[in-house]
């Protein structure tokens, strides 16, 4: 009776995979061309991956235009806007009363000017404004901050938060909220003066005071609002078709000159282990210093096909190669694809050879010394066998 310790097996595949560098895929019959092709491409070391599988670019521009937001808030209170002097940072924690003074520009620059004065030095007060007005950019909405504070010590807290104007339904300035443990204390349309409200929350005024003064629209746009209308303006299809188009003309191919003659060469596998290799369940694999050629392990299985897909030729001749091992898997590589038609080629080419294709890579290359192509790699005895094959001059293809 035989019997097989299959965690044993695992092992020993696993010292195959990493000592060759090839991956032992399972069957693809199941699949989508394109599903396996981009499985494989994900796996390619040292092939830079499309942007497309990555996460589109576009949702990343998105991250970083809200990023934006919290900068240029932050940029308010850096030295370019306290001219010089140092910042003063809000200490008002969650649990004590934090006035908002919602503002915007449509109040008039002498209004906006006599708000920072007031609320200069005022720790439990933030002014928030929405974001820049329709068709300017964060860095000119701060250099109109700046123009405004330019003579106001220390500068207030200001920031840029469309949330604050989300979460408040406000929409209309001056707006204030005393906001105290994430609730409404105090809520008052109309009014900006702060000794006005320091007087109200003497007396213990709070709840909805209701609108107590002249109230403008809002000048600045909802920078969350606009972030959602440019991504539904998105044609995501079209995007991703042109991410797929880029990986092609940005791809490195593997590529290597055409055989001139028939040649065959072997390759010893057999390498000295540099340091100990255990298993996962601490047992041993194999000791530092010990030689080891994994084809007396197990065998190869596999049966490498290595081509030019550019060259109509080597891919006809490809197409009548046969393996010693008729037991062996036959792997597909090609050393390029046509860039204009990349992912079409490749689908036609899998059509045809009714199996998976893969682009050759660095690693590959040269663990099977690979120089010329068309190539055929099998296993023969404890060595690979290498056979390199001319072209038939009738195809007319030239070295």
Same mark, same amino acid.
């Given at each position: ?100 003074? &919602? ?44 123009? *405004? ?13 469309? @949330?604050?104007?989300? +979460? ?42 209701? @609108? ?40 490195? &191919? ?17 390498? @000295?282990?540099? +340091? ?23 065998? &190869?299985? *596999?049966?490498?096909?290595? &081509? ?43 059509t045809l050879l009714k199996s998976p294709v893969y682009l050759l890579t660095p690693d590959v290359r040269s663990r099977f010394l690979l120089q010329h192509v068309p190539a055929v790699v099998e296993q023969s005895g404890n060595r690979l066998l290498v056979h390199e094959r001319k072209l038939p001059a009738a195809t007319g293809e030239r070295p």
């Amino acid at each position: 009776m035989r019997c097989f310790d299959q965690a044993l097996v695992r092992q020993i595949r696993s010292v195959f995979c990493l000592i060759l560098g090839v991956p032992f895929f399972p069957a693809f019959a199941d699949e989508a061309w394109l599903t396996r092709s981009q499985a494989i491409l994900q796996a390619l070391e040292g092939q830079p991956r499309p942007d497309w599988l990555n996460g589109q670019s576009e949702q990343l521009d998105v991250k970083r235009q809200a990023q934006q937001v919290v900068v240029a808030s932050q940029a308010i209170r850096r030295n370019a806007l306290s001219m010089g002097s140092e910042s003063h940072q809000s200490t008002t924690s969650s649990n004590k009363p934090l006035t908002l003074l &919602f503002v915007s520009f449509s109040l008039g620059e002498s209004a906006l000017k006599a708000i920072f004065e007031e609320s200069a030095g005022r720790d439990d007060v933030l002014l928030v404004f929405r974001g820049p007005k329709p068709g300017q950019k964060l860095p000119a909405l701060m250099a109109d901050l700046k123009r *405004l504070l330019k003579s106001i010590e220390p500068v207030p807290n200001i920031v840029i938060d469309p @949330t604050r104007f989300q +979460r408040w339904s406000v929409t209309s300035v001056p707006d204030i909220i005393v906001e105290q443990d994430n609730k409404a204390r105090l809520h008052v349309r109309g009014v900006s003066s702060l000794s006005w409200l320091d007087e109200q929350l003497k007396a213990g005024k709070q709840g909805e005071l209701g @609108t107590l003064g002249d109230v403008g629209e809002i000048a600045e746009i909802d920078l969350l609002d606009e972030i959602k209308r440019r991504m539904a303006a998105i044609d995501w299809k079209q995007k991703q078709q042109q991410a797929i188009a880029r990986f092609w003309q940005q791809q490195k &191919f593997e590529v290597l000159p055409v055989a001139l003659d028939d040649r065959e060469r072997t390759v010893d596998l057999t390498i @000295t282990a540099p +340091r100990d290799l255990a298993a996962p369940n601490g047992q041993w694999i194999v000791r530092a210093g010990q030689t080891v050629n994994p084809l007396d392990k197990m065998p &190869f299985g *596999l049966c490498l096909m290595v &081509f030019d897909a550019t060259v109509p030729a080597q891919v006809e001749l490809i197409q009548h190669q046969s393996c010693q091992d008729k037991q062996a898997r036959v792997m597909y590589l090609v050393t390029q694809l046509p860039r204009q038609s990349g992912w079409d080629s490749l689908k036609n080419l899998e059509t045809l050879l009714k199996s998976p294709v893969y682009l050759l890579t660095p690693d590959v290359r040269s663990r099977f010394l690979l120089q010329h192509v068309p190539a055929v790699v099998e296993q023969s005895g404890n060595r690979l066998l290498v056979h390199e094959r001319k072209l038939p001059a009738a195809t007319g293809e030239r070295p």
